[in-house]
């Protein structure tokens, strides 16, 4: 999915107030995938922070989520990352982008 400029900043400036969701430790990368999907279908935007004992680097796992969730990335800013993915759900309100 790719984004335009305008898109990826409205999307930025909706995430600024959003708490992370998901949290990315050391182990069980199938069940953050589950988890990270389901987030994305209840929100379609989705803060998540990736912890110290991780191993690894931010931009990577966001790179590595996002791929089986089939969602872009937004931002990366230290610890925390962005991730966007229109919903197929139509009792949620949806992001319209610009």
């Given at each position: 999915m790719e984004l335009t400029g305008k898109q990826v900043?409205?999307?930025r400036s909706l995430a600024n107030r959003l708490n992370a969701t998901?949290?990315?430790?050391?182990?069980?990368?199938?069940?953050?995938v589950a988890?990270?999907?389901s987030a994305l279908e209840?929100?379609?935007l989705?803060?998540?922070t990736?912890?110290?004992?991780?191993?690894?680097d931010t931009r990577e796992a966001a790179i590595a989520l996002s791929r089986p969730t089939h969602s872009a990335v937004?931002?990366?800013?230290?610890?925390?990352f962005v991730l966007?993915?229109?919903?197929?759900?139509?009792?949620?309100e949806k992001i319209i982008l610009v």
């Open positions: 900043r409205q999307l998901i949290a990315i430790g050391k182990g069980g990368t199938d069940a953050v988890q990270t999907d209840a929100h379609e989705i803060k998540c990736v912890l110290n004992t991780s191993g690894l937004v931002q990366v800013i230290g610890h925390k966007y993915r229109p919903s197929q759900r139509d009792d949620i």
